[in-house]
T-cell receptor, first 112, second 112 residues
Framework: GNSVTQMEGPVTLSEEAFLTINCTYT??????LFWYVQYPGEGLQLLLK?????DKGSNKGFEATYRKETTSFHLEKGSVQVSDSAVYFC???????????FGTGTRLTVIP | DVKVTQSSRYLVKRTGEKVFLECVQD?????MFWYRQDPGLGLRLIYF???????EKGDIPEGYSVSREKKERFSLILESASTNQTSMYLC???????????FGPGTRLTVL
């Protein structure tokens, strides 16, 4: 089947620390991969995406590389800020499909 | 910018009531989705629609129905609300095909 597994939170970091949130996937076809972010009290919004192997998505200092050999799409940021505190969701969609498969989400809290 | 609006941010209903959650998008997108979000479970797809009057079941359709009479509006209906339907409900939309989904702000429903 199709599924996404991401590291369990919560994750608490100090400002300017390095962030990694692990995400691995299982897919029956060739997926596109996404990271969505949900800030407190808001809906989800797209953070970055990659549509094929070895693609790197990047946005707002975050980046993730589509690794087909390890079926992974880990999210990284070199120096987090308090404003990055949010819940992060990894997701996939199969070529030709309409619906996303989401991971369970990882809550990140950044303290000053 | 894509705008997805949901009729209520917070809703409190009693067991057995019929509940309507409305979602409206302004970008002429073909696809619309209803998810519920629960802690530790991530987002789970309830129903989606790929055209007016068309609908498909997602992963957890039991206890829900949907209506799409106009392209811009997708309604989620709880025929007889139960306490286990207390959750955050998120609407999303995208153009046809496997592409980025745009989310509304969510409706937090409490069933007493």
């Amino acid at each position: 089947g199709n599924s996404v597994t991401q590291m369990e939170g919560p994750v608490t970091l100090s400002e300017e620390a390095f962030l990694t949130i692990n995400c691995t996937y299982t897919a029956t076809g060739y997926p596109s991969l996404f990271w969505y972010v949900q800030y407190p009290g808001e809906g989800l919004q797209l953070l970055l995406k990659a549509t094929k192997a070895d693609d790197k998505g990047s946005n707002k200092g975050f980046e993730a590389t589509y690794r087909k050999e390890t079926t992974s799409f880990h999210l990284e940021k070199g120096s987090v800020q308090v404003s990055d505190s949010a819940v992060y969701f990894c997701a996939l969609i199969l070529t030709g499909a309409n619906n996303l498969f989401f991971g369970t989400g990882t809550r990140l809290t950044v303290i000053p | 910018d894509v705008k997805v609006t949901q009729s209520s941010r917070y809703l409190v209903k009693r067991t057995g009531e019929k509940v309507f959650l409305e979602c409206v998008q302004d970008m002429d997108h073909e696809n619309m989705f209803w998810y519920r979000q629960d802690p530790g479970l991530g987002l789970r797809l309830i129903y989606f629609s790929y055209d007016v009057k068309m609908k498909e079941k997602g992963d957890i359709p039991e206890g829900y129905s949907v209506s799409r009479e106009k392209k811009e509006r997708f309604s989620l209906i709880l025929e007889s609300a139960s306490t286990n339907q207390t959750s955050m409900y998120l609407c999303a939309t995208n153009p046809s095909g496997p592409d980025t989904q745009y989310f509304g702000p969510g409706t937090r429903l409490t069933v007493l």
